[in-house]
């Protein structure tokens, strides 16, 4: 499998990220909870230095709790604040700018406090695309919707989004990108990172299924009535498939359909709160 992200946007990304990171006290880096090595820019050290930052877990509706925390203890123990939040719901956010303001104005540690102590917070939202970047800016600012693109080209530099929370947001994220190899890839595809039209999405529905019977077996049994011990994947998804009625005229098994059900079920949630990798995974 290979991804081409926007090879061209790439570098001009890094220089809109440079150009903003000026202006915030604090540095938002966006994670998908379910994938967080996976979703991060092995290079987030080096672009942002020493600026202050919190560690944000997203999706965490989507993402095991015990995991959640597994994560968190790591991140401190890379001297990092993690949080978890779920952008769509709102959950988190208020704690989040509690978090940033009060790391900011405290002058905790190495961070600089911000000369006027009652201005607004400043903080810079970065991440991967598709990890929920414009909506935590959104939830933050506690606007419905507006959709920021993943491409660098708008340069609206310094425009930023004032909270009632005493924190404003630049409203241009930083966009990031993750590594591309197969397994990052992977992971990203099956949390529905990638444009699915890029994919080969039985093969990708054959691997989340593998995945899946070592995390959640029981989960599989009780959605979708398949019992999983000592099955192949692509066994188990074909018996999704009668399950299912994803059957084509020709009376043969419709896999592209089976792999849509059951990859829409994992990204929404339907099999439960599944998280991919843990810290002791290979970052
Ligand atoms: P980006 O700016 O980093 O590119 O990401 P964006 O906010 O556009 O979010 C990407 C997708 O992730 C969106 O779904 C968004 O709704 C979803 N999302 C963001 N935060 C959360 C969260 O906390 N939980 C869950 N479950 N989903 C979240 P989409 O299907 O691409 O669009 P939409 O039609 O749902 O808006």
């Known amino acids: ?14 220089e809109v990220l440079r150009k903003n990171l ?26 942002i230095h ?9 999706k965490c509706d989507l993402s095991d709790e015990n995991s959640d925390r597994a994560w968190i203890e790591y991140f401190k123990r890379k001297g990092l604040m993690a949080l978890n939040v779920n952008a769509t719901q709102g959950e988190g956010i208020k704690r989040l700018a509690g978090t940033a303001r009060g790391m900011v104005v405290a002058g905790k540690s190495r961070f600089k406090v911000p000369k006027d102590q009652k201005r607004a917070v400043s903080a810079m939202v970065v991440g991967i695309p598709n990890v929920g970047k414009s909506t935590i800016i959104n939830a ?10 993943n491409k660098p080209g708008v340069t609206r530099v310094k425009q930023r989004v004032t909270t009632p929370m005493g924190l404003e947001l630049l409203d241009t994220p930083g966009i990031l990108w993750p590594r591309d190899d197969e397994k990052t890839l992977l992971k990203l595809a099956m949390t529905g990172a990638v444009k699915d039209e890029l994919l080969d999405l039985e093969s990708l ?3 989340l299924l593998e995945q899946l019977t070592v995390l959640a077996p029981e989960r599989l049994r009780d959605v979708y009535g398949v019992e999983v011990a000592g099955k192949e994947s692509h066994e188990i998804l074909e018996e999704v498939a009668l399950k299912r009625g994803c ?25 439960g709160r599944i998280t991919l990798e843990m810290p002791e995974d290979d970052g």
């Open 247 to 271: 059957i084509q005229k020709n009376r043969g098994i419709d896999h592209l359909r089976v792999s849509c059900i059951v990859l829409g079920d994992f990204r929404k949630g339907k099999l």
């Open 22 to 47: 000026k202006f915030a006290d604090v540095i938002f880096e966006v994670l998908d909870a379910r994938i967080p090595h996976s979703s991060r820019d092995p290079r987030i050290d080096q672009v």
């Open 50 to 58: 020493q600026k202050p930052r919190i560690v944000v877990l997203n």
């Open 205 to 207: 529905s054959i691997s």
């Open 1 to 14: 499998m290979s991804v081409n992200w926007f090879p061209k946007h790439m570098r001009s990304s890094e």
């Open 140 to 149: 933050v600012a506690g606007k419905k919707k507006a959709r920021i693109a």
